[in-house]
């Protein structure tokens, strides 16, 4: 059978009908398919899709991570297309989802990317919220945190909202991970020498 179906989900809402599939390809590769079949006035279907391979899911779920949790501060009133959340401030937010907040509750483990990444950038501006700010950095490196650990100061500078303040505490973070990932490297080839 060409690309089998794994999982499969699927709702109606009206004349539309979602499907949410998990497959493989012919090399037994998975991917996802989000699709939508639409009844058409002539009783005929148009169908739109699009496809996210099995690299790409973490960084997906992140994507829809964000924007579920950022979604989730609107008014009832207000839509995800009008201004921006971001004027209201983290402050605004309820205190469970707070970066800092949520750290002391419900521990690093629960922490996405971005939420530490924020933590260590402080503040946001006028504009956009310091989780957003590293949302957008994470995104300039395909959420690849070995490119971020890259980045130089003078890299970080050029993102909107950054200055020579935060860059340096970002990048003391990522080189006293380094060196912490590098003594544990040590240790582990210590124990398989001795």
Not at 2 to 28: A, C, M, Q
Not at 93 to 112: D, H, I, N, S, Y
Not at 129 to 147: F, G, P, Q, Y
Request: proline content about 3%; charged content about 25%; overall charge neutral.
């Amino acid at each position: 059978m060409k690309n089998p179906i794994l999982v499969t989900e699927s709702f109606s809402s009206g004349r539309d009908t979602y499907f949410f599939d998990f497959r493989l390809d012919v090399h037994d590769r998975m991917y996802m398919t989000m699709a939508c079949s639409q009844l058409q006035d002539d009783d005929t279907y148009k169908r739109a899709s699009v496809r996210f391979w099995e690299r790409d899911f973490e960084q997906v779920i992140q994507a829809f991570s964000s924007l579920f949790h950022h979604a989730s501060y609107l008014d009832k009133q207000q839509t995800l297309f009008d201004a921006p959340l971001a004027a209201k401030g983290i402050k605004s937010w309820p205190p469970e989802f707070r970066p800092r907040e949520k750290l002391a509750e419900q521990g690093r483990t629960a922490m996405v990317d971005a939420e530490l990444l924020a933590m260590l950038i402080g503040s946001g501006t006028p504009n956009e919220t310091a989780v957003d700010l590293a949302e957008r950095i994470l995104l300039s490196v395909d959420h690849d945190l070995k490119r971020l650990f890259e980045l130089s100061a003078e890299d970080l500078c050029r993102f909107r909202g950054m200055g020579m303040a935060k860059s340096s505490t970002i990048i003391a973070a990522m080189e006293l991970s380094a060196r912490l990932a590098a003594v544990q490297s040590k240790k582990v080839w210590l124990k398989k020498v001795l």
